[in-house]
């Protein structure tokens, strides 16, 4: 599989980093079983250490507070791995 990282971040901003990975699993990884894409998903925040924002809202830079510009990033990158492309 490809991974690409867009330089822009693209992601709900109304959802949780968990949520939109979830939502990125499902498109990626919809002939799994939901429990198995939600340990993917766990996973892939542990690794990026996004587990202390996984249920904050994303919000929107300069109007909506939310995660912080680098857990942004991290999350924008987690999407990418969940198909886990070759490195």
């Known amino acids: ?24 699993a499902t498109f990626q ?4 079983p939901l429990s198995e894409r939600r340990e993917v998903v766990e996973a ?3 690794k990026l250490r996004l587990s202390k924002s996984a249920d904050t809202v994303v919000g ?6 939310g995660i912080s ?8 990158v987690a999407m990418s791995l969940l ?3 070759r490195l």
């Open 1 to 24: 599989a490809i991974g690409y990282v867009t330089q822009d971040d693209i992601m709900y901003e109304t959802l949780t980093p968990r949520e939109n990975l979830i939502y990125a």
């Open 83 to 85: 198909s886990n492309p």
């Open 44 to 46: 892939v925040l542990k």
């Open 29 to 32: 990884q919809g002939h799994r």
């Open 60 to 65: 929107t830079p300069g109007l909506v507070k």
């Open 69 to 76: 510009g680098g857990e942004r990033k991290r999350t924008n």
